[in-house]
């Protein structure tokens, strides 16, 4: 029999509460794995709790190790802080407040919390996931939320340094131009900006023409990447956006984005 929720026995009249999650899984040097008690070997202890306990898929694009961030993330916040629904939905969810209603039901449905309080088990899992992590796992602060944002993005943070180098490359060939786009914050969010230099008749100043946000650095840089192959237009898209104003501009740059896509009959 798995550990898959509901049991009708307490995590603790079954389990020793002062260990991590998953202490009664044998190892044996002759299978590569971790094996449960019904001799089903894992690759994983987290592929274990995943799948045997949450009842998670395996496949698709949502990694086990992405889902177990989040929710040891979420157990984190819950045991060392009062974590308000705002703040957790600002913080954890982007700003999706039907998705942390989902997942916090979903977690007491599993019997990892009860009334927004970690259960036993929550507690024993979080010393699992936290002893199971990555070695390139950003640091949990005791009192903050840690953040998520290295695996948002398509390719979920994986590319993110050889990115870096490229489109920082990239950035510094139009450094010299008048009209120059950049990788700036818009509001907190990932964002590209327009800048104009020595801009006005008395006073040449420097001023922002157009910008627009982001819901990760991903893509922001995949819009940028398109941008900087087309740098010898910068000068006459400065132009439109200085003459008719940042709507003019957005509507340009659209049209030239699917100018060329063929429209899809089947």
């Given amino acids: 029999m798995t550990d898959f929720a509901p049991d009708p026995r307490s995590y603790a009249a079954r389990r020793n509460e002062q260990l991590p999650w998953g202490h009664w899984l044998r190892q044996d040097p002759a299978i590569d794995g971790l094996i449960d008690e019904d001799g089903t070997v894992w690759p994983s202890l987290r592929d274990y709790f995943w799948q045997a306990r949450l009842g998670m898929p395996s496949l698709g694009s949502y990694k086990v190790d992405e889902g177990c961030e989040l929710l040891l993330s979420i157990l984190h916040a819950l045991m060392n802080r009062m974590t308000g629904f705002e703040a957790a939905v600002a ?34 899992a979080a010393r699992m996931l936290a002893a199971t992590r990555s070695v390139n796992a950003p640091d949990l602060a005791p009192l903050d939320f840690p953040t998520l944002a290295g695996m948002n993005g398509l390719d979920g943070g994986r590319t993110r340094k050889e990115r870096e180098q490229v489109m920082a490359a990239q950035e510094a060939m139009g450094r010299a131009l008048r ?78 984005r699917f100018a060329d896509e063929r429209i899809d009959l089947g």
Avoid: C, N
């Fill in 91 to 124: 913080d954890l969810f982007g700003g999706g407040w039907q998705s942390q209603r989902h997942y916090m039901a979903w977690l007491q449905g599993q019997g990892m919390i009860k009334d927004r309080e970690v259960t036993v088990e929550g507690r024993a």
């Fill in 179 to 256: 009209y120059r786009f950049v990788r700036e914050p818009v509001a907190g969010k990932s964002g590209i900006k327009l800048i104009g230099h020595e801009m006005g008749d008395a006073i040449p100043l420097t001023r922002v023409l157009w910008a627009l946000s982001f819901p990760d650095d991903y893509a922001r840089d995949r819009l940028f990447g398109w941008l900087a192959h087309h740098l010898d237009r910068w000068q006459a898209w400065g132009e439109i956006a200085a003459d008719g104003g940042s709507r003019a501009l957005t509507e340009h740059l659209l049209l030239l």
